[in-house]
């Protein structure tokens, strides 16, 4: 079992930068992949990034050229560098783990508001 937190959300105008990270309480080494989810209230929930064990990354289109997806196997973080922010990236930004083929840890999530 693997625990993830988030931190690093927060309160920033549209053309701002925000880092999350997500630190395990285990060894991530093992979990194929890696990502980042958003949720709204009253919309569905997003796929924003991810990244597998060999370094391979993934964007969804309305966040590519703008936010960043890594990962330290030894430190056991998640990060996600997030440039430009346009008020529409407004959500609970979520990480989340799949060991194989579904995400199944997850953590609480970080609020990240952009402001117009």
């Known amino acids: 079992q693997v625990h993830l937190v988030e931190s690093g959300g927060g309160l920033v105008q549209a053309g701002g930068s925000l880092r999350l990270s997500c630190a395990a309480s285990?060894?991530?080494?093992?979990?194929?992949?890696m990502g980042w989810f958003r949720q709204d209230p009253g919309k569905e929930r997003e796929l924003v990034a991810t990244i597998n064990k060999g370094g391979g990354t993934y964007y969804a289109d309305s966040v590519k050229g703008r936010f960043t997806i890594s990962r330290d196997n030894e430190r056991n973080t998640l990060s996600l560098q997030m440039n430009s922010l346009k008020p529409e990236d407004t959500a609970r930004y979520y990480c989340?783990?799949?060991?194989?083929?579904?995400?199944?840890?997850w953590g609480q999530g970080t609020q990240v508001t952009v402001s117009s």
């Open positions: 989340a783990g799949a060991p194989l083929e579904a995400y199944i840890y």
């Open positions: 285990g060894s991530i080494f093992s979990i194929d992949s």
